[in-house]
């Protein structure tokens, strides 16, 4: 679950006025709007990596505005990818677990589900540096899902991917979903992506987020996730 | 309005940039293989032996190279959350009260530059006078002309040098990798150890390199304030220091091709060992 | 430190007088089984860790002028004893094929010389042996380089290549292999080098009887003249302790 | 398994990592800025006063500026070319002979770490010792004992120190940048300059100034090669040391503090003027 | 013009052999292939980047396989944006002209023309740091084309770009290629962009390239590019 109230961010010149923003455990829910809209800003913002002026950040029904990102638990993909240079694949994809001392064999086994269902099992001995663009998008979405996160913010997940592996990493995220129960909120900018993977579809526009109209009824109408929302009434 | 420059200048101009470079970089690098050499000339296999027989030189290789180590560990140890806390504090641009912020961060970072602007001599003078006072007083007797206070004595100034090169570092990575870490449930702590470190591997590796060389040279600071007593707190540069002082040159070039070779061998060894590991 | 046992004594020595001091510091350990420490280093630096450290025995300078002059004056030391003498004299390097007389001779022949600075001991002697005499100011001048020890001075003009001559002592010469010329300008520029009991000797008996050692005629003075310096006369050695 | 972790541990563990670093460098910041406390209470206003008023401490000071300029400029334009080398020489691992390439690096390497290893007064009696051979020598009577030998001391250690700063940090910059430099019609010339200098300001910054304040405070070499010779080879840390040689501790601290003060006034300065440039 | 003749490049363990293809000026071809397939390899070889094992590359009619990538005058927009960090936005865009030393009038017009065309006018000042993904890539593009290249390589230009630019863009890519006559060869993963781009479509696949039947169809009927490339009979 997510509650961003009147949240306010100031990034040089660009700011964030009052954007408030709701979702329910299980939902997934799709952020458009134009380039330099802010949906990086407001991502950053969740996480805690922005220092925020107003507003507040409720996760789970707990106050997390002043908490620092590890207490947050969120689950990034971050659009620049910025993976750990420094680790293998592997570690990137376990790090999430290493830090919470999950025990060996859970990691390992973890790691191998994740990387099975983004079909990256090729990669994890290698080091991040030389994986091609769209296998470095598939690492930072097992790396920010391997550890099962009750929130998930995904800043443009499937830029870069070829058309077989983005239904897949599709069917992978919302396997996880469907797993952990957790809230995901999409950022992208492909009105296929959105129709595909969201119960709702928010528009970041002039720093205001409102529904988008096209969206909402097709997302309700085109899955069966509305009754699972049902039995989550927040 | 395509512009089509013609190919050949492009590679000769490259080539004669590397060249130009390496005429300007060789011409450093050759002057020290020269005085390197004019030191080589200038001893014999006699001195050489004589040093390498001499049990106070042993003693002093001994304790050089031991003390250097500890110098070196310490000064990385000291100079990491130095100059990470100055990197990333000046980059909290939006900080409350900046003026004051910079003023401070300006103060320290003139003061880091102290040890290496202090004459040698005057360095070694300040840390005696310092332990005239408490609460260093109270362990003065275990110190001064002791060998804590040889490794004292490279440490400070080792230090300074040692947060100057890690300092450049940490300024050039970038803090994208530690903030995703964050996010991922890592403290500050975790984060640092396990994503910041790994990548300022090289400054690490150019900090721990050059403060074990400067502690190994360090003579100044050591004379005064660890004396150079034969046996007890003599290094390699004492050594060279009382040979010259005989009117012993073969001798103290001897000692100093020896420390050559000793410094040589621990750094390209370190190195090598560094890079196998590297290399997986 | 530890009462009983043959007491230990720290002695600050000119880096310079090392070869002599160490050798009388062995023999003596040798004879009456006390440990002497030496700690080394340029006279002005010994002087400073003497008074900033209160710590240690004797205090065995360069020169007894203006180090022991200097420390006797304000306390630091008390008694000074006179153990071998020096004297400056111009040091040619060995490969030199030049004839120098005298001081006016060197300063007319072109030679590329160089002086001690005065804040050290022969630089010190040089300025007051040659002032009197009207010379100081154009020998100075004449000079090419000045240099803060003697040591360096006498190693630059063995080796360095580019001075050919320096105002240094007579045993500093010997021992860096330069040729030792007399000068009549420089007749009276003899020093003295003594030894002073520090005020922060713990055990001042022990220290006194090491001054004697070192004084004694046939003992730490014959080291030094074994080492090219002048003796000053004296006593046998007797140990006091006996 | 959804792994969530209570929130108030992490905040006070941030804390108090960032506290442990704090002290753990804050002890050295400390350390420091109590020696120059320590300097400051063992002299007073009448030897500060005297040493300013001396004509030639005046020299001195002028003398040393004006050389450790010259020497970190110097510094700066010699050690650029070999970290850069060196850096960007071994990341071609694909190397036709990747062996001997890697020997000859280890070479140069160690080779780099001599000046910072040897003794100070090593360094000065090898340059004395190179300077009586040719061609040196032929150059001999302008150097040796001259001002010219003033800035090549203070070069050959310095300029070590700046190859070793200047290394990490060309490691530490990625090659992207220039590689697309180079696509776009840059010689390798041009995308040094644009691109890849640009973006090694930091360490560019560190390297001229630790190489500045090393040569500031040089003292033996200096000694050896370049003399003593009071209103002309004289420098600050000369100074500092004939005081001492003359037993005027607190002429030697007053020197020291004037150095201390003129090169945080230099070190501040620079910085702030850089700063704005950057801050546009 | 762009040649590749039976192309080997070896990176790491991944490997192309034998690549071949062939552009006509002023011709556009989409690239397009799964995730690791050597896209980014391939113009990477073929900007200079890569050092080649065997084979040939020839722009307009020249061989280039020996020569610095300054001199091949390629337009080459990196997958990963890489702009210049130390530089304004204005100055990456002006940086290929000022390499190529062009009056400092025609350089600032057509830095403005550049800019208007991909909508970053207003960005021109900034510092790339702080830009937007979207914003960012437009800034590598422009940086790409301002120069003029006969040849330009892009390398998923449009992905993170919101529709209306993508639009926009894509406009001015095509306008670029009236201008000037180049030959360019995109990458993209999204089919949509191939047939609006593409006069014809290659794939690449276990390490050959083959046409796409699919899109030299509809790419053929689509456009009124044919007459053009008739135009320029190689
Ligand atoms: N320091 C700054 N000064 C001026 N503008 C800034 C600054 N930092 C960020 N911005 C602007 O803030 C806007 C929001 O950026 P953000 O990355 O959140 O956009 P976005 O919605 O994620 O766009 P995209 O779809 O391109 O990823 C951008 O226009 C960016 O240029
Ligand atoms: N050093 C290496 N060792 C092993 N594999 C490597 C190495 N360098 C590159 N590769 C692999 O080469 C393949 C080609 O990479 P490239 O970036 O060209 O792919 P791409 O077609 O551009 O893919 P994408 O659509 O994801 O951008 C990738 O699978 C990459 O992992
Ligand atoms: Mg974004
Ligand atoms: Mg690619």
Redesign the pocket.
Known sequence: MIEVRQLNVVSGAFRLVDVSLQLEPRESVVLMGPNGAGKTTLLEAICGLRRITAGSIHLNDRDVTLEPPAARAIGYVPQDVALFTTMSVRDNLAYGLKVRRVAEDTLNERVREVAQALRIVG?LE?SPS??????ARRVAIGRAIAFEPEVVLLDEPLA?L?EATRDEVCIALEAMRQATGAAVLHVTHEPRDAERLADRVLRLESGQVRHDERFVASGAAGSDRQPRLAKHPR | MPVDAPAPPHRSRDRSFLLAMAILGGAYVVLIALMVVADLASTNVASLSAAIRSPEIRYATALSLASATASAALSVVVATPIAYLLSRGQEGRESTRPRARAAAYAAVDALLDVPIVLPPLVVGVSLLVLFRHAPFSWISEHVVYEIPAVVLAQFVVACALAVRTLRATFEQIGVRQEQVALTLGASRATAFWTVMLPQARPGLVAAATVSWARSIGEFGPVLVFASATRMRTEVLPTSVYLELQAGNLEGALAVSVLMIALAAAVLVLTRVLGQSRLAV | QRPNDPAELVVYCAAGARPAVEAIAQSYHGETGVHVTLQFGPSGGLETQIRLSDRGDLFLPAAESPYLDRTRADGTVSTVTPLAQQRLVIGLAPRSAAKIGSLAELIDSGLAYGLCNEQAAAGYYARRSLEPLGLWKATAEASTATLPTVTELAEAVRYGGRLEAAIVWDATAIEFGLRSIDVPELSGAIAKISVGVLRSARDRVAAERFVAYLAAIDRGQATFIAHHYAGVGGLAWRDPAE
Chains 1, 5 share one sequence.
């Open positions: 990669l290698r030389r994986l091609s663009g769209g296998e870069g070829d």
